[in-house]
Nanobody, 115 residues
Framework: QVQLVESGGGLVQAGGSLRLSCAAS????????MGWHRQAPGKQRELVAV???????VYADSVKGRFTVSGDNAKNTVYLQMNSLNPEDTAVYYC?????????WGQGTQVTVSS
């Protein structure tokens, strides 16, 4: 089993920044990729960013240039640095990874951006 625990969410004003953390139960290099997703009320869960074990990253168009995903293997932690936040970024943010045939998800952390 893999345990993922997100933290770092909170309430910020538009234009502010937050850094989310995803602590994994073992080395993040043991995963092919880890992703950040978010789900806003009444909307489907959407991909935000992905980082592979090789360090490649992929971002949703809506967050390119504002969000940065990174990893610290020494701490078994993946981060999502979120800058220039706007109210459309309000959602529950989830960390995830998949190991065939199972996907694992953290409990989520709430990010609320006020106008």
């Amino acid at each position: 089993q893999v345990q993922l625990v997100e933290s770092g969410g909170g309430l910020v004003q538009a234009g502010g920044s937050l850094r989310l953390s995803c602590a994994a139960s073992r080395s993040i290099f043991s995963f092919n990729a880890m992703g950040w997703h978010r789900q806003a009320p009444g909307k489907q869960r959407e991909l935000v960013a992905v980082i592979t074990s090789g360090g490649s990253t992929v971002y949703a168009d809506s967050v390119k240039g504002r969000f940065t995903v990174s990893g610290d293997n020494a701490k078994n932690t993946v981060y999502l640095q979120m800058n220039s936040l706007n109210p459309e970024d309000t959602a529950v943010y989830y960390c995830n990874t998949c190991q065939y045939p199972t996907c694992y998800w953290g409990q989520g952390t709430q990010v609320t951006v006020s106008s």
